[in-house]
Antibody
Framework: EVQLVESGGGLVQPGRSLRLSCTASGFTFGDYAMSWVRQAPGKGLEWVGF??????????EYAASVKGRFTISRDDSKSIAYLQMNSLKTEDTAVYYCTRAPRVVPAAKYYFDYWGQGTLVTVSS | EIVMTQSPATLSVSPGERATLSCRAS??????LAWYQQKPGQAPRLLIYGASTRATGIPARFSGSGSGTEFTLTISSLQSEDFAVYYCQQYNNWPLWTFGQGTKVEIK
């Protein structure tokens, strides 16, 4: 059974940093790209960032709203994806979801098939 | 950025009735469209990808159709567990994935 478990959320002051973790099980983690999606309280879904599998370079992509502040990384030996969030703003307050991103062949597109339960990040003074 | 627009914002349906949800893209996304279901306090769950392919374990009462800019999610006979918010998402223009604002399906 595919499972994604996020951790590391909490209350943090504006301008500070926080690192989220996503621990995966039930599949070969290294074979998949991973992504982070967030949802502000009472709002819709917003894609945050993406990391390719090592087979496709392990490179990353970010939404404009977080580019330069957030960094995604992965440790395939531990089946963990990370979201390092720096210079946090009040508008970053949201539940952050980790998702698995299978690659559609031959189109080379990615969608999100499994989601973790989410971890709440609250940015407030 | 491709803007996804869902309608209606809220759909009131009686159990056993058919529900039809719409999603429109601001430019063509081919068939690279997914639908997700989200219940209160839960993570989204993938229902449909490729515009019409049901994800693993999704009941046959859920079906998706469309291509290009117009898409539909149909729930043929609403069950109590289907009352939720539904989101469409395009993945054609990645890495700029975008979601619709959601349609809430509520009990009439």
């Amino acid at each position: 059974e595919v499972q994604l478990v996020e951790s590391g959320g909490g209350l943090v002051q504006p301008g500070r940093s926080l690192r989220l973790s996503c621990t995966a099980s039930g599949f070969t983690f290294g074979d998949y790209a991973m992504s982070w999606v967030r949802q502000a309280p009472g709002k819709g879904l917003e894609w945050v960032g993406f990391i390719r599998s090592k087979a496709y370079g392990g490179t990353t992509e970010y939404a404009a709203s977080v580019k330069g502040r957030f960094t995604i990384s992965r440790d395939d030996s531990k089946s963990i994806a990370y979201l390092q969030m720096n210079s946090l703003k009040t508008e970053d307050t949201a539940v952050y979801y980790c998702t698995r991103a299978p690659r559609v062949v031959p189109a080379a597109k990615y969608y999100f098939d499994y989601w973790g339960q989410g971890t709440l990040v609250t940015v407030s003074s | 950025e491709i803007v996804m627009t869902q309608s209606p914002a809220t759909l009131s349906v009686s159990p056993g009735e058919r529900a039809t949800l719409s999603c429109r893209a601001s430019q063509s996304v081919s068939s690279n469209l997914a639908w997700y279901q989200q219940k209160p306090g839960q993570a989204p769950r993938l229902l449909i990808y490729g515009a019409s392919t049901r994800a693993t374990g999704i009941p046959a009462r859920f079906s998706g159709s469309g291509s290009g800019t117009e898409f539909t999610l149909t729930i043929s006979s609403l069950q109590s567990e289907d009352f939720a918010v539904y989101y469409c998402q395009q993945y054609n223009n990645w890495p700029l994935w975008t979601f619709g604002q959601g349609t809430k399906v509520e009990i009439k």
